[in-house]
Nanobody
């Protein structure tokens, strides 16, 4: 059974940092690309970053310089380091798996999704 579980969200002040985790099971990070997405209330799901099965990384321009994706294959875990957080970063953050070898930041192309973890940036 392929499964992805996010954790590490929470409440943080503007300018602070969070590092959500995505723990995967039932498949190997050597075979799937992992993308991070977010969805704010009333908004479409937005692609943020991706790491391929080969370890190549992509970050959307809107968060480049603040967000960094990484993985620990021994722990079957992908991370999203988020720095200099802003109130507009408030959203539910999701990870998803795709069996293509190149990063695709379109939600419809991802087969498997986690349940999401809430991030609230507020004073």
């Amino acid at each position: 059974q392929m499964q992805l579980v996010e954790s590490g969200g929470g409440l943080v002040q503007p300018g602070g940092s969070l590092r959500p985790s995505c723990v995967v099971s039932g498949f190997s990070l050597d075979d799937y690309s992992i993308g991070w997405f977010r969805q704010a209330p009333g908004k479409d799901r937005e692609g943020l970053s991706c790491i391929t099965s080969g370890g190549s990384r992509y970050v959307e321009d809107d968060v480049k310089g603040r967000f960094t994706i990484s993985r620990d294959k021994a722990k079957n875990t992908v991370y999203l380091q988020m720095n200099s957080l802003k109130p507009e970063d408030t959203a539910v953050y999701y990870c998803a798996a795709d069996d293509w070898t190149l990063c695709v930041m379109t939600p419809a192309n991802y087969e498997y999704w986690g349940q999401g973890t809430k991030v609230t940036v507020s004073s």
